[in-house]
């Protein structure tokens, strides 16, 4: 069963002196919420979770567990490039309550699809909580080909998979692979309305940051049967998504929530503060959005 359907968030870790702020975190939760997102994804690539110590995350996770309050679902980002690790964090994170894990795929070592079924399938059996898988090669180096994901949709915790390769004849292979209760959503903002069009659930977007209540309308119109008003949000939202990817995210999607005066511009190296002409860019496209 799907954790969730129509638009989950990416959701970003606010930072203040190098700590993370809490009380802003607990804003930016409390406003997705109220806009209408469908599921929150704490500690993913967009919430820096790279650059968090493990009793970071935890300590992430179970404040927005505890913040969502069951209103929508919580999915807490737990991936390694170690299956030892992935295992111990993702056995930590369970504890703190949320609805499942998102696990990327593993990074620098890499591995083959082969091994990424082994790295998977022993994580999966060490949890009892439902798992999304998360391909995005383009950073890890490491491409969840459509016969792997049918080979893991078997096992009877992996539910899903975050599908961020931009290969629409990929994501076709995997939707007509898999079951159909297997979720696939996708993982470019570009690409929500395509992907809904193959059989997807929904996307985990960096978009709904800045936009939650379109974002998450987007889905719910596809989903819904109103193809043309889901067609026309995603084409309206192309130039804002362009935007967000200017530079390396999350560098963007932060400056255009201090921007919008929802959080700050914190990073932890080696991200840092985005060119001039990013945030230039960024107020050019937030004020053509409405945003500001």
Not at 138 to 147: E, H, L, M, S
Request: with cysteine.
């Amino acid at each position: 069963m799907a954790i969730f359907k129509g638009a989950g968030v990416a959701l970003v870790t606010p930072f203040k002196n190098n700590k993370i702020d809490f009380d802003n975190y607990g804003e930016l939760i409390e406003w997705q919420i109220a806009e209408g997102i469908d599921a929150i994804i704490a500690c993913g690539t967009t919430g820096e979770a790279s650059t968090m110590t493990d009793e970071e995350q935890i300590e992430v996770v179970s404040y927005a567990v505890q913040k969502a309050a069951g209103r929508v679902p919580v999915i807490a980002g737990a991936g390694s490039n170690d299956t030892n690790h992935g295992i111990a964090l993702s056995r930590e994170l369970e504890k703190c309550g949320p609805d499942g894990l998102l696990h990327v795929t593993p990074y620098y070592n890499k591995c083959t699809q082969k091994g990424y079924i082994q790295h998977m399938t022993a994580i999966a059996d060490s949890v009892n909580i439902p798992i999304i898988l998360y391909s995005v090669p383009g950073r890890t180096g490491v491409n969840v080909q459509p016969k792997t994901a049918l080979e893991l949709s078997k096992h009877p915790n992996i539910v899903g998979l975050k599908e961020a390769s931009g290969n629409i004849s990929q994501c076709a292979e995997v939707c007509r692979l898999t079951p159909d209760d297997f979720a696939v959503y996708s993982g470019n903002d570009d690409m929500i309305v395509p992907l809904l069009s193959l059989g997807g659930q929904g996307v985990i977007s960096v978009l709904a940051n800045v936009i939650p209540k379109d974002t998450h309308d987007m889905a719910d119109k596809f989903l819904n049967g109103d193809t043309a008003g889901a067609r026309k949000l995603q084409l309206d939202t192309k130039p804002l998504t362009d935007a967000l990817f200017a530079e390396v995210n999350p560098i963007p999607v932060k400056a255009a929530l201090s921007i919008m005066g929802k959080s700050n511009m914190e990073y932890r190296l080696p991200l840092c503060e985005p060119e001039e002409a990013t945030i230039e860019l960024l107020k050019k496209e937030l004020k053509a959005y409405g945003v500001i």
